[in-house]
């Protein structure tokens, strides 16, 4: 069965860097496009940024473009993103999915990034 399992994050001074891992299983990674979305403490779900099989084509949200860096390893099955400069409004827990942007078919349970001071 398909699993995506996120990892690190956690809480980071506004400026400061995080990293975030999903790791895939179930389904052959280097196929498919992946994604991360985000959700803000009360608020709805916003689409941060997809990377497509190879890796060669990253898309970013106007909010993180420039800060964020979405990439791949498909030899590993996992999906990166790093995250710099951050700032308490990038304070979410943060969605791995997989599949195309409009098709979003499994997503893993989550990881929660805190930017306080």
């Known amino acids: 069965q398909v699993q995506l399992v996120e990892s690190g994050g956690g809480l980071v001074e506004p400026g400061g860097s995080l990293s975030l891992s999903c790791a895939a299983s179930?389904?052959?990674?280097?196929?498919?496009?992946m994604n991360w979305v985000r959700q803000a403490p009360g608020k709805g779900l916003e689409w941060v940024s997809s990377?497509?099989?190879?890796?060669?084509?990253?898309y970013y949200s106007d909010s993180v473009k420039g800060r964020f860096t979405i990439s791949r390893d498909n030899a590993k099955s996992t999906l990166y993103l790093q995250m710099n400069s951050l700032q308490p409004e990038d304070m979410a827990v943060y969605y791995c999915t997989k599949g195309p942007y409009v098709n979003m078919d499994y997503w893993g349970k989550g990881r929660l990034v805190t930017v306080s001071s």
């Open positions: 990377i497509n099989n190879s890796g060669e084509n990253t």
């Open positions: 179930g389904f052959t990674f280097s196929t498919y496009p």
